[in-house]
């Protein structure tokens, strides 16, 4: 619901009044452009939407090879997690187990430790919003 509520508000009618935006137009193809190798997360590439995860709120679209696991760690900002394709098997300390699929929505505070694994039989490609700047700590 937090999704479609954020989409609804993003097309309010003040929108419309006005014929041009300060924001540009962004696109990025999965299919034809190179990602940006993941810090501290191998097997992953990463395409940055919005923003600047190096000084503040970002949105970063994600793929991991199909199979590939990540290791336990945290961030400082709190994330919202999309599935776009492939399933990632995400473990939140906890909260258990989540199979984040095409569609759905997964959230965890700050400093969360989370883990988990692209489970095998297709790439998994998921977006992303972190509300602070990006940063990754490896957990014990």
Known sequence: M??????FLACSDSDAESP????????????TESG???EGLPGCEGWVTRGDP?????????RFKAGTPFDR????SPEHVVGVSGT????????GAHQVGAGDYLYYPSRAIHWGQCAAGADCV?????????DIHAAE
């Open 20 to 31: 041009t935006s300060p924001d540009p137009v962004v696109y990025h193809s999965i299919h």
């Open 2 to 7: 937090a999704v479609l509520a954020v989409a």
């Open 88 to 95: 990632m098997i995400w473990n939140v300390e906890g909260s």
């Open 54 to 62: 190096k000084t503040g709120a970002a949105e970063t679209l994600f």
């Open 36 to 38: 940006t190798p993941c």
């Open 73 to 76: 760690h945290w961030h400082t």
């Open 126 to 134: 998921f977006f992303v919003y972190d509300d602070k700047a990006y």
